[in-house]
């Protein structure tokens, strides 16, 4: 019998051993789809149109041939790049205490309708919040929700990764728009 | 022996966990690198020249201080910037049904010989692919082929890392390139 | 005295199943903090001023419309884009044996104070290291010290993720920095 059990517990082992081997030759199939953290934001842009400079928290940098610096081009404002420093607020006022800067670059990309990429960090120094959350990814505006990248993060996000649904939550003309992020973190370290 | 058996169990079970244990350690170590997904794709660049306007895919919007919007500019094009919206085909074929855009925007950044940068996204919304795929490298152009970063996805590609080898399939002067991109992703979710 | 046995080896199992699970499920939530690589350079950055084309290794290819691309713009250079192809060295000499280029695209995004975001390649094709590292992020240069993130690599560097601590160990005037690098490979395959 002894030798009975000692089989049963080789083969148990030997199971256990198998399974292991699995995990670590699929660890980067087998994923959970919760996130770890899930954050909510707002970030408020206000464009530079030349007369706005005390309040612009954004600016036109580059722009196709057919535009220029002051206004958004014809096309859908295809090329226009704009560089931005926008306040985060953890509501849908503008005037709420900012909790963090969005800081970063988007461009329009398409002629027939508004697009735009995105590349940019939230950048917190505040109780809540230190380090950074860096965006990426391609924005088509005139869907409800649109989905990017969290591509990394230092200090309180250190390596995150994760996704960033962006929801268009005001337009004011050209000058003011209003972002809600919402942010599902799916590496956290 | 009920004592032995348990023993035999223990040692079983303790050697269990530590092999668990250095599974969760090296987790960041031990990959397998091996693709989880691969694919193919051709995407076309026709550049704005300031005459092809009905069918220019993509444009200069940012220009050293010796170039201009609509011819790239001397030193190998250094410094000129490029936002694109380029269909993307399964085929190297310009006149296939697309199905995608290639989203983003790319600059020269060497005086002596022609290399870029992208920043970039596939964008599908199609039968076959719904989501998105992030892009981002160095692109030394003269290179046969060359490495850049899936640096996350979404909808169907959520989450997703891997590598996108760049080939140049043709160019024709300075208005039109087409590139293949062969996908490899090594993180699926 | 076999079922006790067998019942014993069941829970064992059973057990291990749990723990197996978990492992699985919590593998994006247990890591090492631990660099699998550390590795440090330098780069300098040679901004041209419309005078030093010969030596100059960036150019400004975007400004906001009060700002113009042979001079960095007032309110702190906000918006100004400027596209690199700087040399990389082991120690803080512009000097030394080139290891490899900086390659990518900075501008500064407040108009309070010096900040900047930052998009680039670390390209390599020496007999040290073949392939190339990406980084993306925030960079408040004001800060003694900034992190960003690495968000990818190719070659030698073949799909690494970590963090990049930036340090400006020399300023000369709106034209020359130099910026110590320590990058810290979190996920090395």
Chains 1, 2, 3 share one sequence.
Not at 10 to 35: G, M, Q
Not at 40 to 54: A, P, Q, R, T
Not at 70 to 89: C, E, M, R, S
Not at 150 to 170: Q, W
Request: aromatic share 14%; proline share 3%.
């Amino acid at each position: 019998m002894s030798s009975k059990i000692s089989n049963s517990i080789a083969i148990s082992f030997f199971l256990v051993l198998i399974i292991n081997l699995s995990i670590v030759e699929s660890s980067n199939k087998i994923r959970a789809h919760r996130p770890c953290k899930t954050l909510i934001f707002y970030f408020h842009d206000i464009l530079y149109n030349g007369e706005n400079g005390k309040n612009a928290t954004s600016a036109i940098v580059g722009a196709p041939s057919w535009g220029n610096l002051t206004k958004l081009a014809g096309q859908n404002h295809f090329g226009d790049l704009i560089v931005f420093d926008d306040p985060i607020t953890l509501d849908n006022n503008i005037h709420s205490n900012p909790i963090g800067r969005a800081q970063g670059f988007y461009f329009y990309d398409k002629k027939e309708i508004f697009t735009s990429w995105l590349g940019f960090s939230f950048v917190f120094n505040s109780t809540q919040h230190k380090g950074s959350i860096n965006f990426a990814g391609a924005d088509p505006i005139m869907n409800k929700t649109r989905d990017i990248s969290v591509i990394g993060g230092t200090g309180d996000f250190f390596m995150t990764r994760g996704i960033a649904t962006l929801m268009t939550d005001s337009v004011e003309g050209e000058v003011y728009f209003r972002l809600q992020v919402d942010i599902k973190l799916y590496e956290c370290w």
